[in-house]
T-cell receptor, first 115, second 111 residues
Framework: GAGVSQSPSNKVTEKGKDVELRCDPISGHTALYWYRQSLGQGLEFLIYFQGNSAPDKSGLPSDRFSAERTGGSVSTLTIQRTQQEDSAVYLC?????????????FGPGTRLTVT | RKEVEQDPGPFNVPEGATVAFNCTYSNSASQSFFWYRQDCRKEPKLLMSVYSSGNEDGRFTAQLNRASQYISLLIRDSKLSDSATYLCVVRSNFGNEKLTFGTGTRLTIIP
Protein backbone atom coordinates (compact mmCIF):
# COMPACT_ATOMS: atom_id res chain seq x y z
CA GLY A 1 0.00 0.00 0.00
CA ALA A 2 0.97 3.65 -0.22
CA GLY A 3 3.40 4.89 2.37
CA VAL A 4 3.81 8.33 3.87
CA SER A 5 4.32 10.94 1.20
CA GLN A 6 5.74 14.41 1.53
CA SER A 7 5.92 17.37 -0.80
CA PRO A 8 7.88 19.05 -2.09
CA SER A 9 10.87 16.73 -1.99
CA ASN A 10 13.20 19.70 -2.24
CA LYS A 11 12.61 23.36 -1.51
CA VAL A 12 15.04 26.22 -1.92
CA THR A 13 13.86 29.53 -0.55
CA GLU A 14 15.27 32.92 0.23
CA LYS A 15 15.78 34.04 3.79
CA GLY A 16 12.69 35.79 5.08
CA LYS A 17 10.18 33.96 2.89
CA ASP A 18 7.47 31.66 4.21
CA VAL A 19 7.34 27.97 3.27
CA GLU A 20 4.73 25.24 3.58
CA LEU A 21 5.62 21.58 3.78
CA ARG A 22 2.99 18.92 3.27
CA CYS A 23 2.62 15.43 4.67
CA ASP A 24 0.16 12.75 3.59
CA PRO A 25 0.17 9.98 6.19
CA ILE A 26 -0.71 6.35 5.61
CA SER A 27 -4.48 6.04 5.28
CA GLY A 28 -6.10 5.29 8.62
CA HIS A 29 -3.12 6.30 10.74
CA THR A 30 -4.37 8.56 13.50
CA ALA A 31 -1.00 9.70 14.84
CA LEU A 32 1.29 12.00 12.86
CA TYR A 33 4.69 13.38 13.81
CA TRP A 34 7.02 16.00 12.40
CA TYR A 35 10.78 15.83 12.91
CA ARG A 36 13.71 17.62 11.38
CA GLN A 37 17.22 16.40 10.73
CA SER A 38 20.05 18.82 10.26
CA LEU A 39 23.30 17.77 8.61
CA GLY A 40 25.19 15.42 10.90
CA GLN A 41 22.53 15.67 13.60
CA GLY A 42 19.96 13.28 14.97
CA LEU A 43 16.27 13.63 14.34
CA GLU A 44 14.71 16.42 16.35
CA PHE A 45 11.05 16.08 17.37
CA LEU A 46 8.89 19.04 16.41
CA ILE A 47 5.20 18.24 16.95
CA TYR A 48 2.79 15.33 17.38
CA PHE A 49 -0.83 15.11 16.21
CA GLN A 50 -3.45 12.70 17.41
CA GLY A 51 -6.29 13.16 14.98
CA ASN A 52 -6.52 16.89 14.33
CA SER A 53 -5.27 17.99 17.72
CA ALA A 54 -1.66 18.50 18.74
CA PRO A 55 -1.12 17.31 22.32
CA ASP A 56 2.62 17.92 22.09
CA LYS A 57 4.10 20.95 20.37
CA SER A 58 7.11 21.07 22.61
CA GLY A 59 9.64 20.66 19.84
CA LEU A 60 8.67 23.63 17.71
CA PRO A 61 11.80 25.79 17.88
CA SER A 62 10.11 29.19 17.68
CA ASP A 63 6.82 30.91 17.01
CA ARG A 64 7.80 31.07 13.34
CA PHE A 65 6.93 27.38 13.17
CA SER A 66 3.34 26.15 13.11
CA ALA A 67 1.54 23.05 11.96
CA GLU A 68 -1.99 21.97 11.38
CA ARG A 69 -3.79 18.81 10.45
CA THR A 70 -7.18 18.65 8.84
CA GLY A 71 -9.63 15.80 8.44
CA GLY A 72 -7.38 13.60 10.50
CA SER A 73 -5.21 13.18 7.46
CA VAL A 74 -3.00 15.71 5.67
CA SER A 75 -0.71 17.91 7.73
CA THR A 76 1.04 21.12 6.81
CA LEU A 77 4.13 22.49 8.55
CA THR A 78 4.58 26.22 7.97
CA ILE A 79 7.76 28.13 8.61
CA GLN A 80 7.42 31.90 8.50
CA ARG A 81 10.27 34.33 7.80
CA THR A 82 12.71 31.49 7.17
CA GLN A 83 16.23 31.73 8.50
CA GLN A 84 19.36 29.92 7.33
CA GLU A 85 19.37 27.78 10.46
CA ASP A 86 16.02 26.37 9.33
CA SER A 87 17.83 24.48 6.55
CA ALA A 88 17.32 20.78 7.24
CA VAL A 89 15.41 17.72 6.11
CA TYR A 90 11.89 17.80 7.50
CA LEU A 91 10.52 14.32 8.08
CA CYS A 92 6.95 13.32 8.71
CA UNK A 93 5.93 10.01 10.26
CA UNK A 94 2.63 8.34 11.00
CA UNK A 95 1.53 5.43 13.13
CA UNK A 96 -1.74 3.54 13.51
CA UNK A 97 -2.42 4.90 16.97
CA UNK A 98 -0.89 7.27 19.45
CA UNK A 99 1.62 5.55 21.66
CA UNK A 100 5.04 4.91 20.33
CA UNK A 101 4.95 1.21 21.03
CA UNK A 102 3.60 1.28 17.50
CA UNK A 103 6.09 1.64 14.67
CA UNK A 104 6.37 5.08 13.17
CA UNK A 105 6.52 5.02 9.38
CA PHE A 106 8.54 7.83 7.90
CA GLY A 107 8.07 9.69 4.67
CA PRO A 108 11.01 10.50 2.40
CA GLY A 109 11.32 14.02 3.79
CA THR A 110 11.47 17.53 2.40
CA ARG A 111 14.97 18.96 2.04
CA LEU A 112 14.72 22.67 2.81
CA THR A 113 17.54 25.01 1.90
CA VAL A 114 17.34 28.64 2.97
CA THR A 115 19.71 30.87 1.05
CA ARG B 1 24.29 15.77 28.45
CA LYS B 2 22.33 14.53 25.45
CA GLU B 3 19.24 12.50 26.21
CA VAL B 4 20.42 9.68 23.92
CA GLU B 5 24.11 9.23 23.15
CA GLN B 6 25.77 7.04 20.57
CA ASP B 7 29.28 6.63 19.24
CA PRO B 8 29.02 8.21 15.77
CA GLY B 9 31.61 5.87 14.29
CA PRO B 10 32.33 5.25 11.53
CA PHE B 11 32.65 1.54 12.09
CA ASN B 12 34.35 -0.12 9.11
CA VAL B 13 33.90 -3.85 9.45
CA PRO B 14 34.80 -6.72 7.09
CA GLU B 15 31.98 -8.75 5.64
CA GLY B 16 31.09 -11.70 7.84
CA ALA B 17 32.32 -10.10 11.04
CA THR B 18 30.30 -9.41 14.15
CA VAL B 19 29.80 -5.82 15.22
CA ALA B 20 28.17 -4.30 18.28
CA PHE B 21 26.92 -0.81 19.07
CA ASN B 22 25.97 0.67 22.39
CA CYS B 23 23.74 3.56 23.21
CA THR B 24 23.15 5.28 26.56
CA TYR B 25 20.11 7.24 27.66
CA SER B 26 19.87 9.76 30.45
CA ASN B 27 16.23 9.53 31.55
CA SER B 28 15.73 6.62 33.93
CA ALA B 29 11.96 6.90 33.35
CA SER B 30 12.35 5.90 29.70
CA GLN B 31 9.82 3.29 28.72
CA SER B 32 10.35 2.09 25.18
CA PHE B 33 13.46 1.51 23.14
CA PHE B 34 14.10 0.92 19.47
CA TRP B 35 16.79 0.62 16.85
CA TYR B 36 16.08 2.33 13.55
CA ARG B 37 18.14 2.06 10.41
CA GLN B 38 18.73 4.97 8.05
CA ASP B 39 20.35 4.57 4.66
CA CYS B 40 22.15 7.50 3.08
CA ARG B 41 19.68 10.28 2.17
CA LYS B 42 16.74 8.02 3.01
CA GLU B 43 14.15 8.04 5.76
CA PRO B 44 14.62 6.02 8.98
CA LYS B 45 13.00 2.60 9.17
CA LEU B 46 12.34 0.53 12.25
CA LEU B 47 14.88 -2.27 12.61
CA MET B 48 13.66 -3.70 15.88
CA SER B 49 12.15 -2.87 19.22
CA VAL B 50 14.23 -3.59 22.31
CA TYR B 51 12.66 -5.55 25.14
CA SER B 52 13.83 -5.90 28.72
CA SER B 53 14.52 -9.58 28.27
CA GLY B 54 16.53 -8.99 25.12
CA ASN B 55 15.36 -10.05 21.70
CA GLU B 56 16.72 -11.50 18.53
CA ASP B 57 15.67 -11.16 14.90
CA GLY B 58 17.78 -13.26 12.60
CA ARG B 59 21.33 -11.92 12.69
CA PHE B 60 20.36 -9.01 14.92
CA THR B 61 20.23 -9.10 18.71
CA ALA B 62 19.13 -6.19 20.88
CA GLN B 63 19.59 -5.92 24.62
CA LEU B 64 18.51 -3.45 27.27
CA ASN B 65 20.29 -2.81 30.57
CA ARG B 66 18.01 -0.61 32.67
CA ALA B 67 20.37 -0.44 35.63
CA SER B 68 23.13 1.02 33.50
CA GLN B 69 20.76 2.76 31.11
CA TYR B 70 22.19 1.40 27.93
CA ILE B 71 20.95 -0.42 24.89
CA SER B 72 22.99 -2.57 22.57
CA LEU B 73 22.68 -3.91 19.06
CA LEU B 74 24.70 -6.88 17.85
CA ILE B 75 24.93 -7.79 14.17
CA ARG B 76 26.33 -11.22 13.38
CA ASP B 77 27.68 -12.42 10.01
CA SER B 78 27.49 -8.88 8.65
CA LYS B 79 26.45 -8.36 5.04
CA LEU B 80 27.30 -5.56 2.64
CA SER B 81 23.63 -4.57 2.80
CA ASP B 82 23.98 -3.85 6.52
CA SER B 83 25.91 -0.67 5.68
CA ALA B 84 23.80 2.16 7.06
CA THR B 85 23.45 4.48 10.01
CA TYR B 86 21.86 2.87 13.06
CA LEU B 87 19.76 5.14 15.23
CA CYS B 88 19.08 4.46 18.89
CA VAL B 89 15.62 5.68 19.83
CA VAL B 90 13.97 6.16 23.22
CA ARG B 91 10.49 7.10 24.40
CA SER B 92 10.62 8.62 27.83
CA ASN B 93 7.26 8.70 29.54
CA PHE B 94 3.84 7.28 29.22
CA GLY B 95 1.61 9.88 27.62
CA ASN B 96 4.57 11.53 25.97
CA GLU B 97 4.42 10.35 22.42
CA LYS B 98 7.63 11.77 21.08
CA LEU B 99 10.63 9.66 20.23
CA THR B 100 14.11 10.91 21.04
CA PHE B 101 16.74 9.87 18.53
CA GLY B 102 20.45 9.49 18.97
CA THR B 103 22.65 10.97 16.28
CA GLY B 104 23.34 7.51 14.90
CA THR B 105 26.27 5.17 14.43
CA ARG B 106 27.53 4.85 10.91
CA LEU B 107 28.45 1.33 9.80
CA THR B 108 30.24 0.37 6.60
CA ILE B 109 30.72 -3.28 5.73
CA ILE B 110 33.84 -3.83 3.65
CA PRO B 111 33.94 -6.63 1.04
Amino acid sequence: GAGVSQSPSNKVTEKGKDVELRCDPISGHTALYWYRQSLGQGLEFLIYFQGNSAPDKSGLPSDRFSAERTGGSVSTLTIQRTQQEDSAVYLCASSPHGGTSYEQYFGPGTRLTVT
Amino acid sequence: RKEVEQDPGPFNVPEGATVAFNCTYSNSASQSFFWYRQDCRKEPKLLMSVYSSGNEDGRFTAQLNRASQYISLLIRDSKLSDSATYLCVVRSNFGNEKLTFGTGTRLTIIP
